[in-house]
C-alpha cells in the first residue's frame, strides 16, 4: 500500500533536501513512499505546485552514490541526443545522505508486448550502445565483475543450504543451482573470450519495466530510463537480453549501431542475449542468496525456485558459449 504523507511535512529529509537542491521551492503539498529503505535508499514523489513543477521524483542513496547518474541524466545522455529525465537539483550530502530530484516519468511503464513500445526501445538502447564510447568513468560490468558474482551467489547457497528454517527440497533446489554455477564457472575461459570479441560500451543493466517509462511529448511517444545504478561500461549483453524482440527488431538494432561497429552480426547480437541471460540469472541468485543470512527466508527461496529453473534452461542452449 502507497504511503502519502500530509503533515509536519517541513521536517521531513526530502523536503529539506528539495530545499537545499532548489533555491525557493515551495513545500510540497504531500509526499508519497514509493521506496524505503532506512539504511541505504528511498525514493519519494513530491508534489510540488509552482517554478514549472508539479510532480517531483526524490532519490536518496548514501553519499556519492548518485553521482553517475546524476551525471548521465544531466550531461551524458542529453548529449547523445537520447530523451531523459530533467534534473531538478541535487544535494551530496545531507546526513551522509545524497539526493538526487527528478522529472516524474509518469506511470506508463515500457511493454515489450506492445510493438510501438518495442520499437521505441530497440531504437533507444542501440543509439545508446552506439553513441556512449566515452563514459569510462563508470565501472566494469564485463565478465570480470560477474565471474565475481558468481562466486558470491555461491556463497549465499551454501549458507542456505545449512538454513534451519528450510526443508530438504528447498536445499534440493539450491544443491542444483550450485551444480549448474559449476557448469557456468567451468565455461568462463569460454565466456571470456566471446566477450572480448564484442564491442564494450555503456550498458543500463536493468533495462526492464519499472525503470523504463513511455510518455507524450509534443505530440509524439518517447522511452525514457531511470534508475542507473547498475550501470557500467561492458559488452552491452545484459541489455540485449532484455531486450529480445523479433528479427525486425533484430535488424533495425544492426542497422542503428552500424556505422559505429561495421563488423557486428546478427549471431554476435543472438550471442549476446544467450550470455546476458545467464549474467543477470547470477545476478537474481546472488541477491536472493543474501536472505540466507537472516531467519525470513520463504521469499527469497520462492525466487530460487524460479532462478533454477530458468538457469537450467538458459545453460541448456547449448549456443551461449559457442565459438
Known amino acids: 500500500m502507497t504511503v502519502v504523507l500530509q503533515q509536519e ?15 525557493g521551492g515551495r513545500v510540497p503539498a504531500s509526499i508519497e513512499i514509493l521506496k524505503l529503505e532506512k539504511q541505504k535508499s528511498a525514493v519519494f514523489r513530491l508534489s510540488v505546485v509552482g517554478h514549472g513543477f508539479r510532480s517531483v521524483i526524490a532519490k536518496r542513496r548514501p553519499e556519492r552514490e548518485l553521482a553517475a547518474e546524476l551525471r548521465l541524466h544531466d550531461e551524458f545522455l542529453p548529449a547523445l541526443s537520447l530523451s531523459t529525465l530533467e534534473v531538478y537539483g541535487y544535494v551530496e550530502d545531507l546526513d551522509g545522505f545524497a539526493w538526487l530530484f527528478l522529472e516524474d516519468a509518469g506511470e506508463i511503464r515500457y511493454s515489450r508486448e506492445t510493438p510501438e513500445h518495442q520499437a521505441l526501445a530497440v531504437e533507444w538502447l542501440a543509439r545508446l ?3 556512449a564510447s566515452g563514459a569510462s568513468w563508470l565501472p566494469d560490468t564485463g565478465p570480470a565483475y560477474f565471474r565475481s558474482v558468481l562466486d558470491h551467489a555461491r556463497d549465499g547457497l551454501r549458507l542456505g543450504l545449512v538454513h534451519a528454517a528450510l526443508s530438504a527440497s528447498d536445499r534440493e533446489v539450491l544443491s542444483a543451482i550450485l551444480t549448474s554455477l559449476e557448469e557456468v564457472e567451468a565455461a568462463w575461459q569460454r565466456v571470456e573470450e566471446v566477450c572480448a570479441r564484442l564491442p564494450r560500451t555503456l550498458v543500463h543493466g536493468d533495462f526492464v519495466p519499472k525503470n523504463v517509462r513511455v510518455r507524450e511529448r509534443l505530440g509524439r511517444i518517447d522511452l525514457v530510463a531511470f534508475d542507473w545504478e547498475t550501470a557500467g561500461i561492458a559488452p552491452p549483453a545484459v541489455d540485449i537480453a532484455l531486450l529480445r524482440g523479433t528479427q525486425a527488431d533484430l535488424r533495425k538494432y544492426l542497422a542503428i549501431v552500424h556505422d559505429v561497429w561495421p563488423d557486428l552480426r546478427a549471431d554476435d547480437v543472438e550471442q549476446m542475449a544467450l550470455i546476458g541471460d545467464v549474467f543477470r540469472l547470477l545476478h537474481a541468485i546472488y541477491w536472493a542468496g543474501r536472505s540466507f543470512k537472516y531467519e525470513w527466508v520463504a521469499h527469497a527461496m520462492w525466487d530460487m525456485i524460479e532462478y533454477e529453473r530458468h538457469l537450467r534452461l538458459a545453460l541448456a542452449e547449448d549456443r551461449w558459449i559457442r565459438g
Open 9 to 23: 511535512l517541513d521536517s521531513h529529509p526530502a523536503c529539506r533536501a528539495w530545499h537545499l537542491a532548489v533555491e
Open 129 to 131: 550502445h552506439a553513441g
